[in-house]
């Protein structure tokens, strides 16, 4: 029986955690065998999806048609695994691949005390958000989704901390209300809904069309917003966040961080607004408001923090304010650049996460002031860091600028004062980010700084390298991801704008009822 590349697509998420099953029962002294078996799964992967041909790549300029695979689990309830590789998906899986690849390289080369079990849950990691991005079934999305629960049992805490701190207890529990509440939502829509209906399966495209009252979508609506804002994260949904970034292994913490907002703004898109696009619309004003008061709280705060995590912790948080203020403009320019933010922030707060955690674990200090005059001892990485802090400032020619100025131009499209906001907010941030540039490679050279070999600069820089380098890409070349998740930006704005006629059409019609029939009508 041969092997087609739709039937490759159910590996793609399996894979990795089936890698990391073996690094478990590897001995514990092969850390390089170890290291060398999770790269080549994690490269297998990138190939497997680069070759698809489902997204726009340099040397690829139109789109065929989404790749998919089904493989039955219950037939006698029509419980099936459903996944499809697109353009959208592609993009971020690519996106995750490559922060992975990087943060398993730091983890195995650089940081201060490598193991196996940061191989391991990397590996579990990308499985899980390969899986996020490729499932179209309820079961397969919650297993997906809920992984990261292990995260607490396998991590050793940094240097210096002999037993796991409040940070784990912390993100275990939010995690485990996350996972709670995207799981009573699909459960809710199943048993109230579609076996009311008589229909059977757990496939996101037969709920889509199920019409549920306004009423339990407004509740569906808070449980996915609550569910998706935690992984985000959003306000107040954001504390755990801080603790990550402070107490676990830079590698793992800078994967969760990046992949994070990635995961939420695509879960939101594609299944939260569609399932309940009355409660979206219904919502838009006050889902707004949170987001701008997430990216004011936040920058503020990342601009008064000493403390260099939280501090990147807090920008996190306001980029994801900004991708959900450009998912609810409900326009191709506000959809198209929040999801264009969230794909190309995983490569810049990947790269500054990796140096400033194993800065911080190296010098035994979190605090800026501890750390002047790093551009004499770390002359590469001075370089890699200030392009990584001009693009989290959205500078032109660098790859978050694109996301940033079609989320404004959405946004100015619906209410300029929402948008002024926004960019009074992200000015904050963008000053904040620079002012910390300032603080930690410039004036004169610390005590602390004093104890750091020159060869570390090599050590560190090379390997940040080729994710600075597709900031720069992708910063000059945005054409290839916009292309690619303009389709997607366009079948929501027009599933919404059918959704505010539908009171004029023939009564028990179902939004994508509607929405297919403009579509032939067309």
């Not at 991708?323 to 191709?332: K, M, V, Y």
Request: charged share 10%.
């Amino acid at each position: 029986m041969s092997l087609t590349f739709p039937d490759l697509i159910f590996w793609l998420p399996v894979i990795p955690v089936i890698c990391a099953g073996v690094v478990l029962l590897l001995p514990k002294k092969h850390l390089f065998l170890s290291f060398m078996l999770a790269l080549a799964t994690l490269l297998f992967v990138l190939f497997a999806v680069i070759l698809s041909n489902t997204m726009v790549l340099p040397w690829k300029t139109d789109m065929l048609s989404p790749l998919s695979t089904t493989a039955s689990w219950i037939p006698d309830f029509h419980f099936n695994i459903i996944m499809i590789l697109d353009s959208y998906s592609g993009w971020m899986i690519i996106m995750t691949l490559l922060a992975a690849i990087t943060c398993l390289f730091f983890s195995t080369f650089v940081e201060v005390n490598p193991g196996w079990n940061k191989i391991f849950i990397l590996l579990v990691l990308t499985g899980s958000t390969t899986g996020v991005f490729l499932a179209r079934d309820i079961l397969t999305f919650l297993f997906s989704w809920g992984a990261w629960l292990i995260v607490p049992f396998f991590v050793n805490p940094i240097e210096n901390n002999r037993q796991r701190t409040p940070g784990y207890l912390k993100f275990f529990v939010f995690h485990l209300f996350s996972l709670i509440c995207v799981a009573t939502a699909f459960s809710l829509v199943h048993f109230n809904y579609l076996i009311r209906a008589g229909v059977r399966g757990l496939d996101f495209s037969t709920i889509s069309r199920v019409s549920i009252p306004d009423s339990s979508q407004q509740l569906l609506f808070i449980l996915f917003i609550v569910g998706f804002g935690i992984r985000m994260p959003l306000f107040p949904f954001h504390s755990w966040l801080s603790d990550t970034l402070s107490e676990m292994p830079s590698g793992i913490s800078a994967f969760i961080t990046s992949t994070g907002l990635a995961t939420g703004v695509y879960s939101m898109l594609r299944f939260a607004i569609p399932i309940c696009p009355d409660a979206s619309l219904d919502y838009k004003k006050y889902v707004i408001f949170a987001a701008l008061l997430s990216m004011v709280y936040s920058a503020m705060v990342a601009l008064m923090n000493p403390h260099v995590l939280q501090r990147l912790g807090f920008i996190t948080m306001n980029y994801a304010g900004l991708a959900l203020l450009g998912l609810f403009t409900f326009n191709e320019s506000g959809t198209v650049g929040a999801v264009l933010t969230s794909a190309n922030f995983i490569a810049p707060i990947t790269v500054i996460i990796l140096f400033s955690g194993w800065l911080t674990v190296k010098a035994k200090t979190v605090l800026m002031q501890d750390f002047t005059g790093l551009q004499r001892k770390f002359p590469l990485t001075c370089v890699v860091f200030l392009l990584v802090s001009m693009t989290l400032a959205g500078i032109p020619g660098l790859n978050l600028f694109s996301g940033l100025f079609l989320t404004i131009a959405g946004l100015l499209l619906i209410q300029p004062v929402w948008a002024g906001i926004a960019m009074g907010a992200f000015l904050i941030l963008a000053t904040g980010m620079l002012w910390m540039f300032q603080k930690l490679f410039t004036g004169k050279m610390s005590l602390v700084v004093n104890t750091f070999n020159q060869g570390d600069d090599l050590k560190t820089g090379r390997l940040l390298i080729p994710m600075t380098v597709l900031i720069i890409w992708l910063g000059f070349f945005p054409q290839y991801m916009i292309h690619s998740f303009t389709d997607q930006a366009n079948t929501i704005s027009r599933y919404i704008q059918s959704h505010r006629v539908l009171k004029q059409t023939e009564p028990g019609m179902t939004p994508m009822e509607l929405f297919f029939q403009q579509h032939r009508q067309r």
